[in-house]
């Protein structure tokens, strides 16, 4: 048995020819894993980075620039012009409440008071 451990010494390895033992096979997945989480990094430009907003600013964002039809908040808004454009008396107004989300919380109710301006005990 002794010679079989000295045999083993010599030749480095005891696993067949084209395996790495599990400590290669590691340290090698971990400087692969290393460099490529870190090459982005390095790679950047400065000019890159200082396209970023300033600490504290936030970035503009463009919203909404055409609406069409088919988008719905673009919709709504024209029903509403469209509705607003009646004289008063020709003005309905509902609201819709899914109550498969509803939580008994009764925030849809206040929410309507407070908007309607209502006075107390109407709804």
């Known amino acids: 048995m002794k010679q079989t451990q000295e045999a083993g010494a010599t030749t480095g390895s005891s696993l067949p020819d084209g395996l790495e033992d599990r400590r290669q096979f590691l340290t090698k997945f971990a400087s692969t894993t290393f460099a490529g989480l870190v090459a982005p990094a390095v790679a950047a430009s400065p ?3 200082q396209t970023s907003a300033p600490a504290g600013q936030a970035q503009a964002v463009a919203l909404y620039f055409e609406l069409d039809e088919a988008d719905v908040l673009g919709r709504m808004t024209r029903d509403l012009m469209r509705a607003l454009d009646k004289p008063l008396e020709q003005r309905h107004w509902s609201m819709v409440i899914d ?4 939580t008994g919380c009764q925030g849809c109710t206040i929410a309507c ?9 109407v709804v």
Not at 99 to 102: G, I, K, N, T
Request: charged content about 25%; proline content about 12%.
């Open 113 to 121: 008071i407070q908007e309607n301006k209502l006075p107390p005990g």
């Open 47 to 49: 000019a890159q980075a």
């Open 99 to 102: 109550l498969r989300r509803c």
